[in-house]
């Protein structure tokens, strides 16, 4: 997707939420389950102009949209919005649509966006941890760990991010560039950031996840040292998974599975 939505606040409460463990008793969970808003709220959005709508793992699905003026990043687990972006970048939101969106909003039972909806970011904490324990439960867990800079700080929370539009590949489209994801899992590898990849290998982002495999594998090869055991369950785990991951091969974007595109 040539279309990247920057979402520096949501970004950093993923890279917090994401690493928390949390524990939910049965009535909470089945509170949780019975929730309803992801489906609905794209229909309710009135939209035709989807431009992914996708499974992005573990349960896990991601929406971009645009309507008239308003894109419209949305991440849904167990058919619950757990996360929301809208926003106005590029162009002039239309008065019909700005009715819509919020109707939206409204009828999936997520805060109301007032005279801000240009500017609407909407976490749930409690459904990203769900989504987490998930992840975890075939991954492995994350780990804490800090970034020294602001550099590898960005880099990782690029594939850290299920709110990031990444491809994956080496050299894309007409001007053979580095695809979003390439560069920063370069630069994790170049700072020797270990302990940044197997966190991302473990991230809901499902392009973040396959670079982090190919970052780690890249340095076992380079230091001579194998995998930590850990990693080579979860790589193994997502090479068997059934979801597609956005690639490309000079101009011609393809979607692959993880398998093809590690081997």
């Known amino acids: 997707m040539n279309k990247t ?7 950093f409460l993923f890279g917090c939420v994401l690493l928390m463990t949390t524990s939910c008793n ?7 389950i019975q929730q309803d808003g992801f489906d609905k709220f794209i229909k309710d959005a009135d939209t035709s102009d989807i431009r992914e709508n ?20 949305a991440v849904g687990f167990e058919n619950r919005i757990i996360a929301l972006n809208v926003n106005c970048s590029g ?8 009715v819509s969106v919020k109707r939206a909003i409204l009828n999936a039972s997520l805060p109301d966006a007032g005279n801000k909806l240009c500017y609407y970011d909407y976490v749930d ?29 960005r ?26 994801g390439r560069r920063e899992m370069e630069k994790l590898v170049q700072a020797d950031r270990i302990d940044l990849l197997r966190n991302a290998l473990r991230s809901a982002n499902p392009e973040g996840r396959v670079y982090a495999a190919e970052g780690l594998l890249a340095l076992a ?12 369950t979860a790589i193994d785990e997502i090479r068997d998974s059934p979801v597609l991951i956005e690639a490309c091969s000079g101009c ?12």
């Open 252 to 263: 011609m974007p393809e979607n692959k599975t993880v398998d093809q595109l590690l081997s």
């Open 155 to 180: 880099a990782y929370q690029t594939l850290m991010s299920p709110f990031e539009h990444l491809t994956f590949g080496k050299m894309c489209w007409e001007g053979a560039e580095k695809p979003n």
């Open 221 to 232: 090869q380079h230091t001579g040292k194998p995998l930590e055991p850990s990693d080579k």
């Open 54 to 73: 996708r499974e992005i793992g573990f349960g896990a699905r991601r929406v971009f949209m645009q309507n008239r003026g308003y894109w419209i990043t």
């Open 26 to 32: 049965a009535n909470s969970r089945q509170s949780f």
């Open 125 to 153: 904490k409690e459904g990203l941890a769900h989504l987490q324990s998930a992840i975890t439960a075939k991954l492995g867990e994350q780990k804490e760990e800090k970034a020294e800079t602001d550099e590898i700080a």
């Open 91 to 98: 162009s002039s939101p239309d008065a019909p649509a700005e």
């Open 5 to 11: 939505v920057k979402l520096s606040t949501l970004k």
